[in-house]
């Protein structure tokens, strides 16, 4: 166990709904990402929330949407699911913006 | 730009002997390199990481090696196990963009028994 805990840890939905992705960080940990990891794609980053406020955005689509709460839980929102979302959703924490990152075991999200 | 990306896709080697994983990365403004190992169905586990400031840096069977002048990272394991089987990512840090992480595309490690 990391202490990065994701969940669900499977999700089949359909094309054109909305789903929700938790992630809750290290305890400690201020820092939460994001990643989507694809076949095609490898991990690419999405998203960074450090104590409840967006640092960085990736290549995060306008259909996805993340924020942070001030348990320092995290969520993915992601509307509008396309065949191609289908994909391992991971998250990571960390204490800062240091070496410290711990994944969580991720979330795999099909889209039929 | 930002890019940071692994010679081989897929690499075999016999249990007992070592094995070398490449990565090349395209901004040298980069302060901290990192290498993860992802098992299937797992996230990815942090092996070893090296600041940009040094060369070399050893763990428990595994060394990586920065060249900074060719822009080349690497990560030897020694003596590599069945339990080594692995997808394994260079990855690099941003600190200057909120500290997030760009991965490289991956290499498959296969360890012959």
């Known amino acids: 166990d990391s202490g990065v805990t994701q969940t669900p840890k499977h999700l089949i939905t359909a094309t054109g709904q909305r789903v929700t992705l938790r992630c809750s960080p290290r305890?400690?940990?201020?820092?939460v990402y994001w990643y989507q990891q694809s076949l095609d794609q490898g991990l690419q980053f999405l998203i960074h929330?450090?104590?409840?406020?967006?640092?960085a955005k990736g290549n995060i689509l306008e259909r996805f949407s993340a924020q942070q709460f001030p348990d320092l839980h995290s969520e993915l929102n992601l509307s509008s699911l396309e065949l191609g979302d289908s994909a391992l959703y991971f998250c990571a924490s960390s204490v800062g913006g240091t070496s410290g990152y711990t994944f969580g075991s991720g979330t795999r999200l099909t889209v039929v | 730009g930002e890019s940071v990306g692994l010679h081989l896709p897929t690499l075999s080697v016999q249990e007992g002997d070592n094995s070398i994983i490449n990565c090349a990365y395209s901004?040298?403004?980069?302060?901290?390199f990192i290498w993860y190992k992802q098992e299937s169905g797992k996230g990815p586990q942090f092996i070893i990481d090296?600041?940009?400031?040094?060369d070399k840096r050893q763990g428990q069977r595994v060394t990586v090696l920065l060249n900074k002048t060719v822009k080349h990272l690497s990560l030897q394991i020694a003596a590599t196990q069945p339990g080594d089987s692995a997808v394994y990512f260079c990855?690099?840090?941003?600190?200057?963009?909120?500290?997030?992480?760009?991965f490289g595309q991956g290499t498959e490690l296969s360890v012959k028994p």
């Open positions: 929330y450090y104590n409840g406020e967006e640092r």
């Open positions: 990855a690099e840090i941003f600190y200057n963009q909120g500290g997030k992480l760009i």
């Open positions: 901004n040298s403004a980069s302060d901290y």
């Open positions: 090296i600041r940009s400031n040094m």
């Open positions: 305890s400690g940990d201020l820092s």
